[in-house]
Each structure stands twice: as structure tokens, then as C-alpha cells.
């Protein structure tokens, strides 16, 4: 059974860029341009695939606005904000761990 | 710093097959052939590497007792060890969130 929850668990979001994005939008939600400059070395192609993902995975909803140009943000569903508490154990794990 | 310790976090782990490495190996040392039956879906390859990269991150180590044939067990170090919240929290997430 342990098994099971973490394999899904991680199924969905075991990607370090994926973690980084979720990090990101636990703050409120962003467009684009947000995420790409917060998450300095993500490629436009790398960042465009994930959030695809995250989407088709339920943890990330896109709105699109009908202006000129278009305005795109992203936020996330109930379920990628329940990763919340994961998010805040790395960040825990990072800081009292790895500080070199 | 919030963003620096969660990029350094996942930087040492943000993929799929070590958190499934880890998860296994919290429960205790292992050899390799347990890890293998235990994480199903990896290649002897895979295993491999992700093996090598965790302890080239010093979040496992790796032990040759001389019989023969040579025994190798793996084992988390403190660091590897200090992601059990981590992986408690995948656990809780998975459980609560991701029932299909």
C-alpha cells in the first residue's frame, strides 16, 4: 500500500523542473513569462512541456483571456496545492541538509 | 532562500526513480537485487545509475563485503535518510489526492 501512494505520488510529479513549478504557483498564480524568469534555467520548450503535463495531470489549470495579446496564467488545482506539505519538507530537507 | 534550499533539494533528488530508491531503502539497507524486485518497473541499467548518482550525492553508500559472489548493500546516509518527511509527506499526498 505504501508503495502504491508514493509510485503514484511520484508518477505524477517526480520531475525536478515540475517540482520547481509547483513551488512556484503554491505562491498564487502566474503567467508564463512569471515562471519562466522566476525559474531562471528552465528552457521556454522545457517549461511549455511541463506545464502541459501538469495540466493533463489535473495539478495546474490554464485560463486564457481574451485580449490582445493574449494573457495565459496558470494556477493550481486543489490537487497540486496539496503538495504544499511536500514542497515544504524539501525546502526543510534543503536547508538543514545540503548546505554546500 | 526559499527558492535556493527547494532547487538545491531537487537538484540532489527531483526524479522519479530516486525517490522510489530511497523510499526502499529508509525501510533499511538493501542489496541490489532487493531493490530491483522491489521497484518493479526499473531496468538493471536504470538502477545502476541511479545508485551511482545518489551516491556521488552522498545520500546513499555502498558497501562491498568480500565473498564470493561479492555481496554490495546499499544504505541511506544521514542526508539520505533525512528525507523520510519527504517521503511521508509523497506518501500522505498520494493517498488523500490520487485515488484512481
New interface residues.
Given amino acids: 500500500m505504501?508503495?502504491?501512494?508514493?509510485?503514484?505520488?511520484?508518477?505524477?510529479i517526480?520531475?525536478?523542473?515540475k517540482?520547481?513549478i509547483i513551488?512556484d504557483l503554491i505562491e498564487g498564480k502566474k503567467r508564463f513569462s512569471e515562471l519562466k524568469r522566476?525559474i531562471d534555467s528552465i528552457s521556454q520548450k522545457v517549461l511549455t512541456q511541463n506545464l502541459r503535463s501538469l495540466e493533463e495531470n489535473g495539478l495546474l489549470t490554464r485560463t486564457i483571456y481574451p485580449e490582445v495579446p493574449p494573457k495565459v496564467e496558470y494556477e493550481l488545482t486543489?490537487?497540486g496545492y496539496?503538495?504544499k506539505?511536500?514542497?515544504?519538507?524539501?525546502?526543510?530537507?534543503?536547508?538543514?541538509?545540503?548546505k554546500n
Same sequence: chains 1, 2.
Fill in positions: 505504501v508503495t502504491c501512494s508514493i509510485e503514484r505520488a511520484v508518477n505524477l517526480g520531475e525536478k523542473w517540482f520547481l513551488r522566476n486543489a490537487l496539496g503538495l506539505p511536500v514542497i515544504d519538507a524539501l525546502k526543510t530537507w534543503g536547508e538543514t541538509y545540503a
